[in-house]
């Protein structure tokens, strides 16, 4: 049991340095030399405190805004440095493996009999889920080529059961040994041996498109921290979370989707706006179902809970420094009073969601064609919960924020315009901002 729940609280390995590594690939990455400048800068979400007033000069006086308690300077490397070089790592690879491509490795799904009809219906099966649960992604990905869209929903359904297992019906039956099958499970799959119809429609995924491990295994860290912590004490421990089960999202889908031949953007900048989408998902996620999460029942402790260490506490994923310094604590978001303190802090963190959204909007663009519709949909829903919690006067306890799906389905481009096939040559309308339309 020792050994088992050391292994479950490691952390993932973040230590190799991307910058040593050498791009390869036919499109252009930032020179190597300026890898340690870019680093450094990387820490604007969390240097500038979110209650002072901004330097006069400063580069980064727009984002000067964060958090209460920066980082120190002499405190290991923040989270954001951390996620920031996996993004380097994951442009790396991939660059690396499309310049590659004649000898990329192509791992086949173990045959049977008539597994390309198992694999069509596995396919398709995802595709269902995905509708089910997932209506506008899924409208989206009708507009991509028939291999990304159905690469995507396997990505989907993955995710999804992943998120299941600490969110589902059986949640709180979970254990670090679960989730340590289920990673098991995962490796299997990118080894070529799936253990079910969706983890083999992920295996031909993975074998057919230059998509990491990495990400993948970092959601499931995600969920292994879900279980257990109930606080974030600072938005450097929020950032981390949200990479884990939303940024990995961005890594693993930009190299499904593609980015567009004709993109002049390097590798990393695309990688870096898909986990900013990701973040800003799910910060927006956050402020949106803070009454949710507050109240949401917990199983009354037991004695399997002191090996499980299952978090036992109502959930604030607010960082617990802010919360301080707007002068609020766990105690008014309990009891789910709207203040003008609340307001206030409300403003300031949907100010920060909102700097995430604008960084992947930078990004969208750049990939495929017929792959931005769908990305543009996420970003334009997503960012309307923001706009719709100030409509409800930030009352995020009794109100949840909403966004009506017809909205988008009014933008929703009709497929057939491009004689019926989608092509990652077909230009299709962007949707418009909230307002513009
Ligand atoms: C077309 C498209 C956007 C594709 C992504 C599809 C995909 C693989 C989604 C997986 C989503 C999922 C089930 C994740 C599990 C963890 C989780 C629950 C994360 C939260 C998602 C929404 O959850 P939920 O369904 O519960 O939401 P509702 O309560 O129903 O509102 C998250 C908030 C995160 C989702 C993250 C993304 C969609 C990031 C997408 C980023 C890209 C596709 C990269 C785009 C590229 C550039 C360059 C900007």
Not at 34 to 39: A, M, P
Not at 257 to 270: F, K, L, N, Q
Request: hydrophobic share 40%.
């Amino acid at each position: 049991m020792a050994v088992a729940l050391l292994h479950f609280v490691m952390p993932v390995d973040f230590s190799t340095n991307i910058c040593s590594l050498e791009a390869t690939g036919g499109r252009t990455l930032a020179p190597r030399s300026d890898c340690r400048v870019r680093y450094r800068n990387r820490n604007r979400w969390s240097l500038y405190s979110l209650f002072s007033e901004p330097e006069k000069g400063s580069k980064f006086s727009i984002y000067s805004s964060l958090v209460a308690n920066p980082v120190p300077e002499a405190a290991a490397i923040s989270s954001e440095q951390k996620v920031y070089d996996v993004v380097l790592k994951q442009a790396a690879l991939v660059e690396r493996q499309l310049s590659n491509k004649s000898t990329l490795e192509v791992k086949p799904v173990a045959f049977v009999p008539g597994a390309n009809f198992l694999l069509k219906e596995a396919y398709d099966r995802c595709g269902e889920i995905c509708a089910e649960y997932a209506k506008t992604f899924y409208l989206g990905t009708l507009l991509m080529t028939p291999e990304r869209r159905r690469a995507i929903w396997a990505i989907y359904v993955w995710c999804r059961r992943t998120d299941e297992l600490v969110d589902g019906p059986n949640a709180s039956h979970i254990t670090p040994s679960a989730l340590e099958r289920w990673q098991a499970r995962l490796e299997d799959l990118f080894a070529g041996t799936p253990y079910d119809m969706f983890d083999a429609a992920l295996s031909d995924t993975v074998a057919n498109f230059p998509v990491d491990i990495q990400p993948f295994k970092d959601m499931v860290e995600g969920m292994r921290m879900d279980l257990t912590k109930c606080r974030y004490n600072n938005f450097d421990e929020l950032y981390l979370y949200c990479y884990y089960v939303a940024g990995t999202v961005g890594l693993m889908s930009v190299p499904v989707m593609g980015i567009a031949p004709e993109s002049r953007a390097t590798t990393e900048s695309v990688y870096n706006a898909a986990l900013a989408l990701g973040i800003a998902n799910q910060l927006t996620n956050i402020l949106r179902d803070v009454g949710e999460d507050k109240s949401r029942a917990f199983a009354p402790f037991g004695f399997a809970d002191v090996f499980l260490l299952q978090c036992k506490k109502r959930k604030v994923y607010l960082p617990q420094d802010e919360l301080a310094q707007a002068g609020l604590s766990d105690e008014d978001i309990f009891s789910g009073k709207v203040t003008d303190k609340w307001r206030h802090f409300m403003k300031n963190q949907i100010k920060r969601a909102r700097m995430f959204f604008q960084e992947a909007e930078r990004g969208v663009d750049e990939l495929s064609q017929a792959s931005r519709w769908p990305v543009w949909a996420s970003l334009l829903l997503y960012g309307q919960i923001l706009d719709e919690i100030e409509a409800n006067d930030y009352d995020n306890f009794t109100k949840r924020a909403y966004v009506h799906e017809y909205h988008f389905l009014a933008l929703y481009p009709d497929p057939k315009s491009n004689s019926g096939k989608a092509t990652d040559h077909a230009p299709l309308a962007t949707p418009r901002r909230h307002g513009q339309i």
